[in-house]
């Protein structure tokens, strides 16, 4: 009996090790969990291994609404690495070039945030005359961050919110 506790906590003792190195095993029950479950933390990862074969992937998700009144948006999408590898990274360089610029991503702050109109951009302070906000929307709208949704009104379009805002979170100095 002495020695099946042994084994246990000698069993229990090497998944909070490999939890803490980012293994992939399970760690051990959360406080309040069912019983038979394990920390979910790296659920995302444990998925995308079980359905991405070869090399491995990414993923991104999101489950995001601006207030309690509205349906989230939920979009994901994930990359066998293959694929990224085989492609051309540089074609993407507009895209991301259009992101760095502070001018800009403070735009798309703001319209995520309500603006939709150059006229309430040109409202707020920082951002110039409304022929550099037309300059700025253009390049966002060129490069896929914004669409027109009638004459003069942009938004960022729903599947672009999820990738926009895992770029932020990822160039964050926050884990």
Do not use: C
Request: aromatic share 6%; charged share 25%; proline share 8%.
């Amino acid at each position: 009996m002495a020695e099946d506790k042994t084994e246990q906590r000698l069993a229990d003792l090497e998944a909070r090790v490999a939890a803490l190195e980012g293994g992939d095993r399970p760690g051990p029950p959360r406080p309040g969990a069912a019983p038979g479950s394990t920390d979910d933390t790296f659920f995302a990862v444990n998925e995308l291994r079980r359905r991405v074969q070869g090399l491995g992937g990414v993923l991104y998700a999101g489950s995001v609404r601006r207030n309690a009144d509205e349906e989230p948006l939920e979009w994901q999408h994930g990359h066998p690495l293959e694929r990224l590898d085989e492609s051309d990274w540089s074609r993407l360089a507009p895209r991301i070039d259009a992101l760095g610029n502070s001018v800009r991503l403070n735009l798309l702050h703001e319209i995520w945030n309500g603006a939709s109109t150059v006229a309430e951009l040109a409202e707020r302070p920082g951002f110039g005359t409304t022929g550099q906000i037309y300059h700025h929307v253009n390049q966002l709208t060129s490069a896929g961050w914004l669409a027109p949704t009638r004459r003069g009104h942009y938004s960022i379009p729903p599947e672009r919110v999820v990738p926009l805002l895992v770029i932020l979170a990822a160039a964050g100095d926050t884990p």
